[in-house]
């Protein structure tokens, strides 16, 4: 759940953003058990859950009438990935309603499925005149665990979802076999 309240027109266009492109889409991306240059045998695996956001505007900036806010995410997910993450995400708005975008980092610390670990998401969402898109992806080789390395190898796309004011995740992943 986001916890500030929307107080400026940056934030209203992020929300706006975030709500829109968090819809259920087709994948965008190449899945990660299709990679031709991957040569280990990988399992691939599904993780869902929920998770809470905390979002706080840092800074805002406005060049030439197009508002850019810079935020701080702090998030606990819940379900097959228990984690916490801290991250920032830069918005940019734009003077056609319904026209922005995001990109966001955010480094993931917890348990996947029993296996842990940390990991960074990379999110890149855009909003053509209403029309979203939206791909968060783990960061190749960003997953790792110094004593383990549970999470060493891991790829995979992160599905979010709001509906009903509720944040949720679908997490579709690969981990080289043996790890």
């Known amino acids: 759940m986001i916890t500030n309240k929307i107080a400026t027109a940056p934030q209203a266009v992020f929300v706006s953003l975030l709500i829109i492109c968090a819809a259920p889409t087709a994948a ?8 031709p240059a991957r040569k280990d045998p990988v399992q691939t ?17 406005k060049a030439e009438g ?11 997910y819940h379900g097959d990935l228990e984690a916490a993450s801290k991250g920032e995400m ?14 966001a980092m955010e480094l993931v610390s917890g348990t996947l499925n029993g296996r842990k670990g940390t990991f960074i998401l990379q999110h890149a969402g855009t909003m053509n005149r209403g ?4 791909t ?6 960003s997953g790792t665990d110094q004593l383990t390395d549970q999470l060493t190898g891991l790829t995979g796309t992160l599905n979010i979802i709001i509906a009903d004011g509720k ?5 579709d992943y690969s981990i080289p076999e043996g790890q």
């Open 167 to 171: 944040h949720s995740y679908e997490f």
């Open 45 to 61: 695996m599904h993780a869902k859950g929920t998770f809470d956001v905390k979002v706080t505007p840092v800074t805002e900036d």
């Open 28 to 35: 965008q991306t190449q899945s990660p058990a299709a990679n």
């Open 90 to 103: 830069l918005t940019g708005g734009s003077i056609v309603m319904g026209s922005a975008g995001y990109v």
């Open 131 to 134: 029309v979203p898109s939206l």
């Open 136 to 141: 968060v992806s783990v960061v190749p080789d």
């Open 66 to 76: 197009a508002p850019l806010v810079r935020y701080s995410l702090d998030k606990q």
